[in-house]
């Protein structure tokens, strides 16, 4: 079964920057079009980021335009979040997961399971 597992989330103030993680032990990301989704308290699970494996095309939420890069490293099979310019509103647990190939960046397009999940706090 497709699983991934997140890592790089923490605590910073406004305006500060992180850089999330999402490996994968047993396949190749490469293969797959992959999404980050957050998931604040109280609310809905979000469509953050969505990478393509067809033509590598990028999906970003209005939100976080012009402020999160996502790209694959091939090579450590690693995907990553860059995020910059932290707002308290990014607060979230983030997760990636393997996502139908069709720029919609949807968590109900979602296939496989999802992981645990990387806490992001972002507060002063």
């Known amino acids: 079964q497709v699983q991934l597992v997140e890592s790089g989330g923490g605590s910073v103030q406004p305006g500060g920057s992180l850089r999330l993680s999402c490996a994968a032990t047993?396949?190749?990301?490469?293969?797959?079009?992959i999404g980050w989704f957050r998931q604040a308290p109280g609310k809905e699970r979000g469509g953050v980021s969505c990478?393509?494996?067809?033509?590598?095309?990028?999906y970003y939420a209005d939100s976080v335009k012009g402020r999160f890069t996502i790209s694959r490293d091939k090579d450590k099979n690693i995907v990553y979040l860059q995020m910059n310019s932290l707002k308290p509103e990014d607060t979230a647990v983030y997760y990636c997961a393997t996502v139908l190939d069709n720029g919609n960046c949807d968590p109900n397009e979602v296939f496989g399971s999802w992981g645990q999940g990387t806490q992001v706090t972002v507060s002063s």
């Open positions: 990478i393509s494996t067809l033509d590598g095309s990028t």
């Open positions: 047993k396949f190749t990301l490469d293969y797959y079009a």
